[in-house]
């Protein structure tokens, strides 16, 4: 699966995408969340304000307990602040 | 209304956009009004508090433009309309520049007023961008306003 950060999600994790292959034990986008935090320190400061996290699948409005699979583009962003 | 109306046009741009251009591309044989909004980069921060000398946006590629045609859909269902173009700009740019423009066009101008607002006020709220301000070496990612939330209520009826 293709995991894509921007703005300061982006900016704490270090990248703007990257791809992983989805573990055996996590189907849901939270369960994805967890398992990112567990990884390092970068994710948890990422991932701190849950409020503040919108999720995309590919590319369109997602939420924290959607399911996902392994062929997923999944996007973690802040509220947008375009216009 | 004729089913070749309205023209859609969507476009995320590094370029500069010319206003007057792009108004008279909203001119069709229907067209009896047409309403541009064009947003600036202010040279002062929310809180009016700091200076801003220059703004960086970021898009998601394909979802930005997915989410807008959401948003332009929903004000063709609303209204009449015989145009609609939405221009936003990525990258970096300047106090005074234009970020975007949001020209819609119709045979009346209170579909025209009615769309224009519509599609900016859920553009805000929707559509992926996101603004980080600098200012000498200090740069710092721009908050959503809940006032933009509350703007989109209005239309919720």
Sequence with gaps: MVIKYFSWIKEHIGKSEERIELPVNVSTIEELMLYLENLNDKYKLAFKKKDLIKIAINKSYSSIDDKINNNDEIAFFPPVTGG | ?157
């Design chain 2, 1 to 157: 209304m004729n089913k070749k109306f309205p023209k859609v046009y969507i476009k995320i741009q590094y370029e500069d956009f010319d206003v007057s251009k792009e108004t008279q591309k909203l001119h069709h044989n229907l067209t009896g009004a047409i309403v541009n909004f064009v947003g600036l980069v202010r040279g002062h921060n929310e809180n009016d508090s700091e200076q801003v000398s220059s703004m960086t946006l970021e898009h998601y590629p394909g979802m930005t433009e997915a989410e807008i045609d959401k948003i332009v859909q929903k004000s063709i269902k609303k209204w009449d309309l015989t145009g609609i173009t939405v221009i936003h700009r990525v990258g970096k740019l300047f106090v005074s520049d234009q970020i975007v423009f949001v020209g819609v066009s119709s045979m009346h101008r209170q579909n025209a007023f009615d769309a224009c607002n519509f599609i900016m006020d859920w553009l805000k709220t929707k559509a992926p961008f996101w603004k980080v301000e600098e200012n000498n070496n200090h740069r710092s990612w721009v908050s959503s306003r809940q006032s933009d939330q509350e703007a989109t209520k209005k239309w919720e009826s």
